[in-house]
């Protein structure tokens, strides 16, 4: 079945330092590709997502490209903040071989932590 | 509030007692979805509403687990005679298109259940 693999954490970085957090996924077809975040004290959220191999999705200065031939989505950053602090969760949903494309298949989280 | 809520926040329970966790998802939201996640594992799915249409119950762990939904209002997720093994924090979220036609899934904080 689909999965998602992410890199163990917890990661620890000073502001401004250059972020990667890894994800590669097992999947038949071709899955769309997220990163959720989740900030101390509140609910998973939408950071960015690719729907197609090469996309790239971006937002609040995080990238991540939809490698298909490497089956990564890695996640970065070039200058992190103290307000990044937070738990980052990879996921891919996936219609194809009959799977159910309604669904999220997450990695299992990496705990961020920037230091002033 | 605006945003998915779940109650309780935290549940502490003995082993076989029974548990009902409830979820108010964001109006106007026919996708509601319910997952587990244990510690340090990713999020497990294990239900899923779209409107009026059948559950997909296939990610319930056992016939102990069972979920409703009255429309497209409040969910209810409810374990009988709990186990240690059921510990975890169950996160519900909503989605107005579903991740099939690219929605996001809003999430609530969860609720932390811990089966003494």
């Known amino acids: 079945g689909d999965s998602v693999t992410q890199m163990e954490g917890p990661v620890t970085l000073s502001e401004e330092a250059f972020l990667t957090i890894n994800c590669t996924y097992t999947?038949?077809?071709?899955?769309?590709l997220f990163w959720y975040v989740q900030y101390p004290g509140e609910g998973l959220q939408l950071l960015l997502k690719?729907?197609?191999?090469?996309d790239k999705g971006s937002n609040k200065g995080f990238e991540a490209t939809y490698r298909k031939e490497t089956t990564s989505f890695h996640l970065e950053k070039g200058s992190v903040q103290v307000s990044d602090s937070a738990v980052y969760f990879c996921?891919?949903?996936?219609?194809?071989?009959?799977?159910?494309?309604?669904?999220?298949?997450f990695g299992k989280g990496t705990l961020l932590t920037v230091n002033p | 509030g605006a945003g998915v809520s779940q109650s309780p926040s935290n549940k502490v329970t003995e082993k076989g007692k029974d548990v009902e966790l409830r979820c108010d998802p964001i109006?106007?939201?026919?996708?509601l979805y319910w997952y587990r996640q244990r510690l340090g594992q990713g999020l497990e799915f294990l239900i899923y509403?779209?409107?009026?249409?059948?559950?997909?119950k296939s990610g319930l762990p056992s016939d102990r687990f069972s979920a409703e939904r009255t429309g497209e209002s409040v969910s209810t997720l409810t374990i009988q005679r709990t186990q240690q093994e059921d510990s975890a924090v169950y996160l519900c979220?909503?989605?107005?298109?579903?991740?099939?036609?690219?929605?996001?899934?809003?999430f609530g904080e969860g609720s932390r259940l811990t089966v003494l």
């Open positions: 996921a891919l949903s996936n219609g194809g071989s009959g799977g159910s494309n309604y669904k999220l298949t």
């Open positions: 999947a038949t077809g071709y899955p769309s």
């Open positions: 509403f779209q409107g009026n249409s059948a559950p997909d």
């Open positions: 979220a909503s989605s107005f298109l579903g991740v099939q036609n690219s929605g996001e899934l809003f």
């Open positions: 109006s106007g939201h026919t996708a």
């Open positions: 690719a729907t197609k191999a090469d």
